[in-house]
């Protein structure tokens, strides 16, 4: 490798950002390969090279952004040009073969969640004219055009405006020897008398057209062959041409990609750019909450026109990783005279290679949660808006293609419970965020300063590959927010603990939400907002089941399975004004925990006064808390409390709409420390701010020493004994 260059790299500029990429995969082995796609909205040549990001926090309060070029075989120069991102998710199921003699008939439901934006519903394409039931102004259409383009006709399917968030019965009959079109939009009725008295039934309306028999070609849901251009539901779709008769219940498949033909005809068709599953259709009645007990009732897609799952550019550059590539923190730098763009990943030691005795867990979980989040520029409930944008935040508000995070509503006011990293993510960049992966990278490059080796792996691994993935492993250090858990990675934690693994929780507000991953849309993750929590949406009602595997939604403590049971301590406040200081417990001086105040000078009784956030405890904190499962036998090392008045206890911890004393005795964070089976321990921070006061002062200071100490004994072998009265 090349020598160590650090300091601050040109993405720090006010220069608009014009060149991104994404790569495939996020997380590799040395001896795979990475693809990185790539754009330019200038067509421009590019040098392309690969780095190891050691740290990647060019922020001058920081240790100073830190990488080396690694010498690898990519193309001296590669040309870049603009590749478009068409978000939109839709359905397409080829008709080849399906041919009408005497008459077509198609029906489906639908349920408009933008009716006032328009669109395409439903488009049927045959030989000669191509059919598309279409909402303008509100109004629902059924137009006829020629392939050429000319328009046959248009026909009115009904006479006012649909409503929003309403179900209708939507049927189209060609009569193909007689030459007409006739059409009808009902609205099913709701449990609202009112509501029904203001959409009648109207009339089914008809008009004459020229056809003949005809080949079919195509069948779209949600948009046209340009892609998704309609909010909102579709279900119960069916086309009869002639005697034959195709079904596709959407209820089936749920964690997959297929529009399933039930009737026989094997004309199964492909759902595109990853909408909605397991959301409530036209029959659900409430008599049932989870979609797997009765799925006729989830006979629906919930379609959007800023759905985006794979941006689909083409390859731009491939690198094969040496199969003795340290594992680390790497990129793809992409140099042009118009700017420049780093894209991550991460590098695992080459399998059947030997491996550290310590691992940083990079949470690609989290990061594709908050991928392209427009919190800065569109606020939210605590964060302010900002006019000064960084480079990389201007451009995902200039290109609202990218699409949104999971904290953010779709347009049409639903939750967006997928996320993909399939697409350019700009906050997944050196310096673009205080937030999640730049802090991440000062945990890594602190564990570099410690001269004791370590791998990093994602929980992405740990969720494909379990307990295999932690097993090489002594220790495990997270990094500043591992917020997003799937069951499969909760599960390897818990028994790797058990097996006498020794876990540093570096963060806070941890192991939070569920998740759910479907090896049908490799790189997605979904997330349901079920119950309580802090969110920025919540599910729609009858919706909080996910898809991909059917397992209730929401907050791991609301599932039996709060995070102070492994490590602890769980989420109890959230402030961003100012981070502060922990005041240390005199009674963490025993024998058990003596050896982690060794070298801290700790006289004043407080640690981490200082930091990148002004202190060791700040914006998301932690709190011991029996009740919700924290080891009786932990040591409490240290507690901050000392916060502003921003600092309020989370949503759920809340039990009713009352005053709560100030200082709040519930807005705590905890450092603690407990052994675990096997001769495992586990040592949590209580705190996102963590990171910023251990990375003060070049990683010299009182809380790296302490964070030192805990690493060096727990790296050490030699089992930890369980407490004198275990």
């Not at 492993?473 to 858990?485: A, D, F, K, Q």
């Amino acid at each position: 490798m090349a020598s160590l260059v650090a300091g601050t790299h040109s993405s720090d500029s006010d220069q608009e950002k014009v060149v991104v990429g994404y790569c495939e995969p996020w997380s590799a082995r040395a001896g795979d390969a990475v693809t990185l796609m790539a754009s330019s909205d200038e067509p421009c040549t590019a040098e392309v090279s690969l780095v190891r990001i050691s740290c990647g926090d060019p922020t001058t309060a920081g240790p100073g952004y830190a990488e080396e070029d690694v010498p690898v075989d990519l193309p001296a120069a590669v040309t870049l040009d603009h590749q478009p991102i068409l978000p939109g998710s839709y359905g397409l199921v080829d008709l080849e073969g399906i041919r009408a003699i005497t008459h077509l008939d198609l029906s489906f439901s639908i349920f408009p969640t933008r009716p006032q934006d328009g669109g395409a519903v439903v488009s049927l394409i045959a030989e000669n004219w191509t059919a598309a039931v279409v909402i303008d102004d509100g109004l629902l259409f059924c137009r006829v055009d020629e392939n050429d383009g000319d328009e046959i006709v248009e026909l009115p399917l009904r006479g006012q405006r649909l409503t929003n968030r309403r179900w209708y019965d939507v049927r189209i009959t060609f009569d193909l020897r007689a030459g007409r079109l006739s059409g009808s939009c009902e609205p099913l009725p709701t449990r609202s008398p009112g509501r029904n008295l203001l959409e009648p039934q109207s009339d089914p309306a008809e008009v004459a057209v020229e056809w003949g028999p005809t080949g079919l070609s195509a069948l779209i849901l949600a948009g046209t062959l340009a892609g998704g251009s309609y909010d909102g539901k579709i279900a119960r779709p069916v086309l009869t041409a002639d005697d034959a008769v195709v079904r596709w219940d959407l209820a089936q498949d749920m964690a997959g990609w297929a529009l399933v033909d039930v009737s026989g005809h094997h004309r199964h068709g492909e759902l595109h750019q990853l909408p909605a599953r397991a959301v409530t259709g036209p029959t659900w009645d409430g008599s049932h909450q989870r979609w797997s007990d009765d799925p006729s009732q989830w006979n629906a897609v919930h379609f959007h026109r800023d759905d985006l799952y794979d941006a689909g550019w083409e390859p731009t550059a491939e690198v094969h990783l040496p199969a003795d590539l340290p594992s680390g923190i790497y990129a793809f730098r992409i140099e042009t005279e118009h700017g420049e763009d780093r894209v991550p990943f991460f590098v695992r030691p080459a399998a059947n290679a030997a491996t550290a005795d310590v691992a940083f867990l990079a949470s690609t979980a989290t990061y594709i949660a908050y991928a392209n989040h427009r919190m800065l520029f569109e606020g939210a409930d605590f964060i302010k808006t900002r006019n000064r944008l960084r480079p990389e935040h201007d451009y995902v508000r200039r290109h609202p293609e990218l699409c949104p995070s999971m904290y953010e509503r779709h347009r049409d006011g639903s939750g967006v419970m997928f996320s993909s990293r399939r697409r350019p993510v700009l906050n997944l960049r050196p310096g673009a965020d205080g937030w999640n992966f730049t802090p991440d990278t000062d945990i890594n490059a602190y564990l570099e300063r410690t001269g004791i080796d370590h791998d990093v792996i994602t929980d992405e691994d740990v969720h494909h590959e379990g307990i295999d993935a932690l097993a090489p492993y002594r220790v495990l250090v997270t990094c500043t927010h591992p917020e997003y858990w799937s069951t499969a990675m909760l599960d390897a934690l818990e028994q790797w603990q058990a097996d006498g693994g020794r876990l540093m929780y570096l963060g806070g507000n941890g192991f939070y939400w569920r998740v759910a991953f479907s090896d049908s849309w490799p790189g997605a993750v979904e997330l349901r907002r079920a119950e309580d929590g802090v969110r920025n949406w919540q599910t729609e009602d009858g919706e909080s089941y996910h898809a991909f595997t059917g397992e209730y939604g929401g907050m791991w403590r609301r599932l039996g399975r709060p995070p102070n049971q492994l490590v602890g301590i769980g989420f109890a406040a959230q402030g961003f004004q100012r981070a502060t200081h922990f005041e240390v417990n005199e009674e963490s001086n025993g024998p058990r925990t003596s050896w982690i105040w060794d070298g801290v000078d700790a006289d004043d009784g407080r640690i981490g006064t200082s930091g990148l956030g002004g202190g060791a405890a700040g914006q998301e904190i932690d709190r011991f808390d029996t009740r919700l499962g924290s080891p009786p036998h932990a040591v409490t090392l240290a507690s901050a409390t000392s916060f502003g008045p921003d600092m309020v206890r989370t949503k759920e911890e809340f039990e009713g709409s009352v005053v709560y004393p100030v200082p709040d005795p519930y807005v705590r964070a905890d450092v603690v420390f407990f052994e675990t089976p096997g001769g495992g321990a586990t040592f949590s921070v209580g705190s996102i701010s963590w990171f910023g006061a251990l990375a003060r002062n070049d990683y010299d200071n009182d809380v790296a020493i302490m964070t030192t100490n805990v690493l060096q004994r727990f790296v050490d072998p030699t089992p930890f004994p369980p407490p004198p009265w275990g």
